[in-house]
């Protein structure tokens, strides 16, 4: 495992919390039961027809105290008070597009509204996002009917610093170092003003407190892909001295989801596919069988499964290797019974309950080599996202 850590990631992500992370504590496997600085490398444009209109709308917020709070880009009510008093910018900069399409839609809009703030949100000045397949899936419009209205600036991940909160936030406070995934339903009504931008605004109940053995980027990483694989795996009745088959072990979703079958589920065999040159990293995550897809059918080989993950969309050679009773969880793709369809949602409850294994070092994000991308590379990041071959998460860091 070290061998491929330290030949294979860069030291601002991976291998220094490997390196450096306490021990892990002794502690038997339990079961989740949730409710159910970077190269820089280029820079991007403006778009000026989303920044006219955001720009307008931020300076009316503003108004002559030059305080942000009133900008309309949260699908949450507006806020009625701001209980801190930290002073932030009325704009800021935000990837944005305002019409769908490929990766060149994206825009550098130097002077988008920062959010508004509603009661039970915090304001967060964002520090590191990641990228997901949806943020691309989005942008691209296949989620219009359910989609915020344009312009959108994207992102659902992010890690940052809390720097306001609403009059009903009860725990969080100015200061606080926090990670989450900012939209409660990333398919159903997600915010207008997402993660990619230097503020965003969210929702207490969204977000957790960042591990602290975790740098901002580390934990940027995490939020959608690993809640994603939590609740697929809880779902599916994963437990104790069961066997499990990830598929796509390598992405961000599946390299999260082998770690957690066999570190906090307690998963008696964890198999996952991956092509040739992901084998090593699959055996370095902790899989017992490592099925090399370029080489070998998994649908083909004898052995069967309690549950199976699939991150792929593979849902219909998936079910041919689900023991009786067992079940199959598709995150993607076609469904064929008895295979059933899981959509994440965000909970920052679920974070805190995963922090422990985090803090460990037992479950550890992992951030693609190609990566951390540069804020002003947002646009090649999508591009590389959208090539199907990341390794673990593709992340954004720092954001100004
Ligand atoms: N339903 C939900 O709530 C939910 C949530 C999160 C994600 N998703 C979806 O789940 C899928 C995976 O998400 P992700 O974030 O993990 O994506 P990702 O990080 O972009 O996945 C890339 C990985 O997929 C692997 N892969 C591609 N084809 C493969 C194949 N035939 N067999 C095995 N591995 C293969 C690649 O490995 P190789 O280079 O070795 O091929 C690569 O490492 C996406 O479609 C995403 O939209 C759904």
Not at 322 to 351: D, H, W, Y
Not at 381 to 393: P, Q
Request: glycine content about 10%; aromatic content about 6%; proline content about 6%.
């Amino acid at each position: 495992m070290q061998a491929f850590l330290s030949s294979s990631i860069p030291a601002t992500s991976y291998s220094r919390s490997s390196l450096f992370l306490p021990q892990p504590p002794h502690q038997a496997p339990v079961k989740l039961v949730f409710p159910s600085s970077a190269p820089q490398r280029g820079s991007g444009a403006v778009a000026a027809d989303a920044a006219a209109r955001t720009r307008r709308t931020a300076s009316e917020a503003a108004g002559r105290s030059g305080r942000c709070v009133a900008a309309s880009s949260s699908s949450s009510s507006p806020a009625t008070a701001a209980v801190a008093t930290t002073e932030v910018p009325g704009v800021m900069k935000a990837w944005v597009y305002d019409a769908y399409g490929d990766a060149s839609v994206l825009k550098l809009d130097e002077a988008a509204a920062v959010p508004a703030l509603a009661d039970d949100q915090v304001l967060v000045k964002v520090v590191a996002g990641a990228l997901n397949p949806v943020d691309a899936k989005r942008r691209a419009g296949k989620f219009q009917a359910t989609d915020s209205p344009l312009p959108t600036v994207p992102g659902y991940d992010m890690a940052g610093v809390v720097v306001k909160v609403g009059s009903q936030v009860k725990n969080l406070k100015e200061g606080d170092e926090v990670y989450g995934m900012i939209s409660e339903k990333p398919l159903d009504g997600p915010k207008q003003s997402g993660s990619l931008a230097e503020y965003t605004a969210v929702e207490e109940k969204l977000l957790a407190l960042k591990p602290k053995v975790l740098d901002f980027a580390q934990a940027a990483s995490l939020p959608l892909a690993v809640q994603t694989a939590n609740g697929g795996l809880d779902r599916a009745g994963l437990s104790a001295g069961k066997s499990v088959l990830v598929l796509g072990g390598a992405g961000g979703v599946g390299s999260l989801a082998i770690q957690l079958a066999k570190h906090v589920y307690g998963a008696s065999k964890v198999a996952a596919t991956a092509s040739t040159k992901k084998i090593e990293l699959l055996k370095s995550l902790g899989v017992d069988v490592a099925i090399d897809y370029t080489k070998d059918s998994f649908e083909e080989l004898t052995d069967k499964y309690d549950v199976v993950l699939d991150a792929v969309g593979q849902g219909d050679k998936a079910v041919k290797v689900v023991k009786e009773g067992g079940s199959v969880v598709v995150l993607t793709g076609a469904v064929s019974p008895p295979g059933f369809r899981f959509v994440v949602t965000s909970n920052g409850a679920v974070l805190e309950k995963l922090n422990p294994y985090l803090e460990s070092g037992k479950v550890k994000p992992l951030i693609d080599p190609e990566g951390p991308f540069a804020f002003s590379q947002v646009v090649e990041a999508f591009s590389y996202l959208e090539t199907g071959r990341a390794t673990g998460k593709v992340v954004i860091s720092p954001i100004p």
